[in-house]
């Protein structure tokens, strides 16, 4: 019996030491390890209106990816795209109340409660290099005290400049070589590019991006203002044969942010995380803006549509009319209401200028 006892005994020893040796073999001790799976798990939820291929999708998966590394898999990040969970004039409500922890803030659907980015994504304004805009967007909403205060009042922490770049014209029956061939068309459009259209001759209608797609194909839409990357998120040559790909303005004006109950619940380490994370991406925004520009603009020659660009001529009176109806009216209305949109854009146009 003593023996058995013996043989037992030696063999819980082999089997304790194998433990501690599995446990440290990797440099993590064995009692840390058990530590780590009682450490909550905190799981954040994303939803945007476009598809998973787009820039939008594609930065923030990278973002979620990068703060899962950093904090060993603590935050974890669930996301919806192409309106899979809320539609897209429900995001900014949805992050507002928390229904969902992050998302673009549209303010071009929500000029009433959401006026001040919408200045980021007006007609003609971000038509340098991306990294110029990237980089004025981002020190505008960190900095601009009314920017905080209107995200503030929204419910929501800035987190990172949204970039959707390129905004060109698709078209189904006509190619758009000049302005002049806006006039009568039946355009898609959103915000202030509404006005902006509207003075060029064409009859603009507000339209969600999840349903333009099926509006150019039945003829409901004769034309369409869309960012390169989510025309081609959607394969717009499927229902269109023609692309004006002169760039009319990037889109900065729907930053990323996150409910503010939610960034408030979160320990200061991993605050601090998202924080580094959220200002990296600025910089890997400008990468994966490269690659999807060399890769959509391929496919656009690859599926054979007719491509044109806007003469210099047309292109200085399209400026003219935009800052002149479209900028300029906005921000007299703004004003009238007490909101210091002028200093905004002033300030914008100045980080621009420092960015060029």
């Not at 780590?36 to 994303?46: E, N």
């Not at 507002?96 to 003609?124: E, Q, R, V």
């Not at 203002?225 to 499927?238: K, V």
Request: charged share 20%; glycine share 6%.
């Amino acid at each position: 019996m003593r023996k058995h006892k013996n043989i037992l005994a030696v063999g819980l020893l082999v089997v304790l030491i194998a433990i501690l040796l599995t446990g440290c073999g990797n440099g993590t001790p064995a009692g840390e390890e058990a530590k780590d799976k009682d450490v909550k798990v905190i799981t954040l939820v994303g939803a945007d209106m476009t598809p998973a291929s787009s820039s939008t999708a594609q930065i923030f998966e990278w973002w979620g990816s990068e703060i899962e590394k950093r904090t060993n898999g603590q935050v974890k990040f669930n996301y919806f795209w192409s309106g899979s969970l809320i539609g897209a004039y429900e995001q900014l409500e949805a992050v507002k109340k928390g229904n969902i922890d992050f998302t673009p803030y549209y303010s071009g659907y929500h000029p009433d409660i959401a006026p001040l980015p919408l200045i980021a994504l007006m007609p003609m304004m971000n038509i340098g290099p991306l990294e110029q805009s990237l980089y004025a967007a981002d020190e505008l909403y960190r900095t601009h005290p009314a920017l905080e205060a209107e995200f503030k009042g929204n419910n929501v922490k800035y987190l990172y400049p949204v970039f959707v770049p390129d905004a060109y014209v698709w078209s189904t029956k006509k190619p758009i070589n000049t302005k002049e061939d806006l006039k009568g068309l039946n355009f898609r459009a959103f915000g202030p590019w509404l006005t902006f259209f509207n003075e060029l001759g064409a009859s603009p209608v507000s339209l969600p991006v999840p349903e333009i797609y099926d509006a150019l194909d039945r003829g409901a839409l004769d034309a369409d203002i869309m960012f390169l990357p989510n025309a081609a998120g959607n394969s717009y040559w499927e229902v269109t044969k023609y692309v004006n790909t002169t760039n009319l303005g990037a889109n900065l004006g729907a930053p990323a942010v996150m409910n503010i109950d939610t960034w408030n619940s979160l320990p200061a380490d991993i605050q601090e995380i998202i924080e580094q994370v959220s200002i990296e991406a600025v910089d890997k925004s400008v990468e994966v803006n490269e690659e999807l520009y060399a890769r959509d603009s391929k496919a656009i020659q690859d599926q054979g549509m007719t491509v044109s660009e806007f003469s210099a001529d047309d292109i200085n009176t399209m400026q003219q009319i935009a800052q002149e109806k479209v900028w300029n009216p906005y921000i007299e209305e703004l004003e009238n209401k007490g909101i210091p949109a002028k200093d905004v854009l002033n300030t914008y146009l100045q980080l621009l200028d420092k960015f060029k």
